[in-house]
């Protein structure tokens, strides 16, 4: 979600937030089955007086839902077109407000994707792993095949920069093809083209000063919630009343996330690998799926 909040200010787009979907271990909830980012995140503008953002991000990045977006590009304006089918514009509709990860479901998420993806002006094959995505702000009004004949020293330093950034990824260019695309649909819920990596990891801006103005917008404003904030500062507080203020540690020991053998180590070992971080009789509060 930060690559695509990063992306979105950067380039001047507007930000079009998904349906509400069932997530990973909360689907079974029964009160709230569906989800969408505005139940995580902080939104509405503001700053705290030392100039940290108190609230979201939406006073910088436009968001508007899928709902909005279809009412307003598709239906009114018709910039793009509907389904044809009756059976696949029935499925893409209903699951405009909430749709589910299921293809024999009435709100498939998977119908209103590949329609998105059919009717896009642009749909990158980008992926976290393989790709890093170059913001080069002089290069985005050039043609891909379009390169410095002999660049100066300061473009030397930026490629040497970019090389050692990507590593043994490929690289990608923010170029005019991309921006010059007025709708861009990535498909990152597919296996092939996941995003599943930090913003700071797979987006490289040439320009340093642009780059740490877009950290600080994640840092400062793509946030949890209020609510999460708070029901945190509550365990925070126990933690702390229970050290007599000497302070805690936590983990994240994450054993039904992934799925292989040899994540699943004992407690024992945990111990073992970790007891030359810990002070002796510090409280340790663990996290666990």
């Given at each position: 979600?930060?690559?695509?909040?990063v992306?979105?200010?950067a380039?001047?787009?507007t930000?079009?937030?998904?349906?509400?979907?069932?997530?990973?271990?909360?689907?079974?909830?029964?009160?709230a089955?569906h989800?969408g980012?505005?139940?995580?995140?902080?939104?509405?503008?503001?700053?705290?007086?030392?100039g940290?953002?108190?609230?979201g991000?939406?006073?910088i990045?436009?968001t508007?839902?899928m709902?909005?977006f279809f009412q307003?590009?598709?239906?009114?304006?018709?910039?793009?077109?509907?389904?044809t089918?009756g059976?696949n514009?029935?499925?893409?509709?209903?699951?405009?407000?909430?749709c589910?990860?299921?293809l024999?479901?009435e709100?498939?998420?998977?119908?209103?994707f590949?329609?998105l993806?059919n009717?896009?002006?642009?749909?990158p094959?980008?992926?976290g792993e393989?790709?890093?995505?170059?913001?080069?702000?002089?290069?985005?009004?050039?043609?891909?095949?379009?390169s410095?004949?002999?660049?100066?020293?300061?473009r030397?330093?930026?490629r040497k920069?970019?090389?050692?950034?990507?590593?043994?990824?490929?690289?990608?260019?923010?170029?005019?093809e991309?921006?010059?695309?007025r709708f861009?649909?990535?498909?990152?819920?597919?296996?092939?083209?996941?995003?599943?990596?930090?913003?700071y990891?797979f987006?490289?801006?040439?320009?340093?000063?642009?780059?740490?103005?877009h950290k600080?917008?994640v840092?400062?404003r793509v946030?949890?919630?209020d609510?999460i904030?708070c029901?945190?500062?509550?365990?925070?507080?126990?933690l702390?009343r229970?050290s007599n203020?000497?302070g805690?540690?936590?983990?994240?020991?994450?054993?039904?996330?992934?799925?292989?053998?040899?994540?699943?180590?004992?407690?024992?070992e945990?111990?073992?690998?970790?007891?030359?971080?810990?002070?002796?009789?510090?409280?340790?509060?663990?996290?666990?799926?």
């Amino acid at each position: 979600f930060e690559i695509m909040v990063v992306f979105a200010a950067a380039t001047g787009r507007t930000l079009i937030l998904p349906p509400d979907h069932p997530l990973y271990l909360l689907r079974k909830d029964k009160i709230a089955k569906h989800r969408g980012l505005q139940n995580f995140f902080q939104y509405g503008g503001g700053h705290h007086a030392n100039g940290r953002g108190n609230g979201g991000f939406d006073d910088i990045v436009d968001t508007i839902t899928m709902d909005e977006f279809f009412q307003k590009e598709i239906v009114e304006k018709k910039s793009y077109p509907l389904p044809t089918d009756g059976t696949n514009l029935t499925k893409v509709m209903n699951s405009l407000h909430k749709c589910d990860y299921r293809l024999k479901s009435e709100k498939s998420c998977i119908y209103l994707f590949d329609h998105l993806a059919n009717i896009a002006d642009y749909v990158p094959n980008w992926m976290g792993e393989r790709n890093c995505l170059i913001m080069d702000d002089e290069q985005w009004f050039r043609d891909k095949n379009v390169s410095e004949s002999t660049p100066s020293l300061q473009r030397q330093l930026q490629r040497k920069k970019m090389r050692q950034f990507c590593d043994k990824r490929i690289p990608i260019y923010y170029d005019r093809e991309v921006h010059n695309a007025r709708f861009i649909h990535f498909r990152s819920h597919l296996k092939d083209t996941r995003l599943l990596v930090h913003f700071y990891a797979f987006l490289h801006f040439t320009n340093e000063r642009i780059s740490n103005y877009h950290k600080r917008l994640v840092r400062d404003r793509v946030r949890y919630a209020d609510e999460i904030f708070c029901a945190g500062g509550k365990i925070v507080k126990a933690l702390l009343r229970e050290s007599n203020n000497a302070g805690y540690s936590s983990m994240h020991i994450r054993r039904g996330d992934f799925q292989w053998p040899k994540m699943r180590i004992s407690a024992e070992e945990w111990v073992e690998n970790t007891r030359h971080i810990f002070q002796p009789g510090e409280i340790i509060y663990i996290a666990t799926d």
